[in-house]
């Protein structure tokens, strides 16, 4: 998606450690026009199939989500990071392990929100190791539901989740693949 | 906003402490045509001022703001929780007292994204004791820019967050207020 690499080059920044800071338009500000632009790209790759609900994580793949949700005229379900009086006992539950956070996490969908007839489009903002992205397929199969399709926004080429996906069988549309970050100068896959 | 009322009617859950469940459509899955209508509606009350930027806190304001940013053609900004490697060190904080979690957490949003010439609309989900609302106000004066509404999808009318709001001169519009539970029975404020 040449309008994604543009802003990305132009607008990212590189952290210590190949971060990809993306927080002027994906992440922190939202660029709506933008979104809206992924929304619509989105919609087209996955034209041919069906999908009946939209998955992602909180916090940075709710904005994507959304857009996405309203071009598939689909509901949107976030997953839960933190307990809270407002999430259903009855739960499907994951853990993910945060490389930029040191840390493990837990990832929760009340079993009402997702059911096994249900194709699911899965959604994230980035996908580097797949850690979380495992963590949302593990609790759609963990509910019966089908994986139609997972579609990330930037992907990092150079790390091994997109990889493992792609061999295991998963239609991953990546926007952005990310091949090799050096000295600021960011070189997309073709 | 008669289609939310009838919503919450048909789909919220009442549980202990008067707290109001609208994990169904607004804050775990998330009904993307109801937003829709809430963003069309905000955009309708909020339609004579000039708004620059949408404002709100992760977690469940973020696909909200997102569809009301579509409708005023402007950027979103999410205060985050949770410092992280992608979060500026030069940021505005607050600390909000949440009553459901019964502890202090902090708001932070990069100085970057909040400018002094900006008209900024506040969105959020629901307003009960106003805490969460009050540290984005905070935020925003720390900033300099110009808090021009705030916006929320149900405000707890029992509960004193609003009163103070609007007694303060704020300008806020609560698409759905409810007076009074009892047993289940949701009154809205004519």
Redesign the interface.
Known sequence: MKLLKDKIIQDSEV?E?N?I?V??FL???????M??EIGKEFKKRFSDIKVDKILTA??SG??IA??V??YF??????A?KTE?????KDKYESKVYSY??EKIYKIM??K??LNKNENILIIDDILANGKAMNGLIDIVNKSGAGIVGLGVVMEKGFQKGGKILREQGYRLESLAIIDSIKEDNIKFRK
Chains 1, 2 share one sequence.
């Open positions: 952290l450690g971060i800071k927080d002027n992440n922190h500000q939202v660029d709506v026009r979104i809206n909180e916090v709710i904005a959304t857009i949700a309203q005229d689909v509901p949107m379900v976030f839960r809270s009086q407002n999430l259903d930029t956070k969908v009340s009402r929100y």
